[in-house]
């Protein structure tokens, strides 16, 4: 089973968690990978409206083929509020919960969410980049934090989001003309490593497939989930 350190407890309110983010944001380490990755891992969560029941999902690639090698997803409860900016807080426990489950332990995992491109620079891909110990990146649908200039319409084209002055990520092309995904490290990768990788995980769709692999298997969880007995 696939295994992570313990970084902090999780039980504290939203003043305290913004606290520790400024602690834990000194932790971070932006560097090139170390060695190539040959695995990697999208990770998701999905919630109801209104309820607080959280469904977790992982899915492991390899990396050449696209080929999905292992899922699990997990149903639990969440306990932290809903705050903009701490949702590490409200969805890291059930996601590490799934990552326990893991049989393999990928080289590399790839965050619905953002990394350093956040107020505080510890979106959900940094955060659990500690928890995990491994190089971590998020691949965000909206913007969180940082400004841009539009890339250009063709798949692979990308403009720097700037932040306070610095480069916290990227938009980037990853499909002819369709929105842009952001792209933020984490941990343990830095910013070209990340959109390399995003763009080897292409399988016809805006989204990567690791995280759009993720994403659908959270929402059959819910599905099944919700399913009458």
Known sequence: MA???????????????????????????????????????GCDISFNKFEE???????????????TIEEVGVVSTATFPYVPGLLTFREGPALLAAWEQLKIEPD?????????????????????????????????????????????????????????????????RTKDKVNPVFISPGYLIDLPGA?????RCHGGYRLPEPTRRAHLLVNALRREHLAPS
């Not at 029941?53 to 080929?67: F, P, Q």
């Not at 510890?122 to 913007?143: D, E, N, Q, Y």
């Not at 959109?195 to 763009?199: A, E, G």
Request: charged residues 15%; proline residues 7%.
């Open 3 to 41: 295994t992570h350190h313990t970084l902090h407890p999780w039980d504290m309110s939203p003043a305290e968690a913004v606290a520790l983010q400024q602690e834990l944001r000194e932790l971070i380490q932006i560097q090139p990978l170390t060695q190539p990755a040959t695995t990697i891992a």
């Open 53 to 67: 029941t959280v469904y977790a999902g992982i899915v492991v690639l390899r990396l050449d083929t696209l080929e």
């Open 108 to 172: 590399v995992v790839m965050f619905d969410g953002h990394g350093i491109a956040h107020p505080r620079r510890m979106g959900i891909a940094a955060h659990m980049g500690l928890w995990l110990h491994r190089p971590t990146f998020g691949c965000g649908k909206s913007v969180l934090a940082g400004r841009f200039e539009e890339p250009a319409p063709t798949r692979g084209s990308w403009e720097p989001m700037i932040h306070r002055s610095a480069t916290v990520g990227a938009a980037l």
């Open 195 to 199: 959109l390399d990788l995003t763009l």
